[in-house]
């Protein structure tokens, strides 16, 4: 049985569905639903590229910016749970390397599966090292859902 998803978002198109996968999930079992987000310069750097039109490079993503960033995406996926018909999410914030605190936070708590999307914003380093569902899949203590 399924009592606890953590399911890894990067506001990437396959991070947000494979949230909504969690949630159809997470309500069939009564399963508890945490989020997880761990903010990459790449990812700021390609939402801000996108916004303003104009490169602004690694650099320019702060660690202000980075937070800010995570939290706006953490709402937006909170609302998206909700939608879904999911209450009660827990947001986790990591940093560092995603794989690695997808991977803390199911040990940490338990979790009886971690849901991610097979491919989302991750940098260059993870066509040649493998991306985050990749390493999850190869480490992970519990089951792994990837979702396309």
């Keep these: 049985m399924i009592s606890s998803i953590i399911v890894g978002i990067d506001g990437s198109d396959a991070a947000e569905r494979a949230l909504r996968m969690a949630c159809g999930i997470a309500k069939q079992f009564d399963a508890k639903l945490q989020i997880s987000h761990t903010p990459r310069d790449e990812t700021v750097t390609y939402a801000a ?3 303003s ?6 650099n320019a993503a702060h660690q202000e910016l980075l937070r800010e960033a995570a939290e706006k995406l953490g709402e937006k996926a ?5 939608e879904e018909g999911v209450a009660g999410v827990e947001l986790h914030i990591g940093h560092g390397d995603p794989a690695r605190n997808l991977l803390d936070l199911a040990k940490k708590t338990g979790a009886d599966l971690i849901v991610t999307g097979r491919r989302g914003l991750g940098d260059f380093s993870a066509l040649v090292l493998g991306s985050t569902s990749n390493q999850i899949s190869k480490k992970a203590q519990c089951a792994c859902l990837t979702v396309p």
Excluded: K, L, R, S
């Design 53 to 58: 039109g104009f490169y602004v490079g690694p």
């Design 49 to 51: 590229e996108a916004i």
């Design 78 to 82: 909170t609302a998206i749970a909700a």
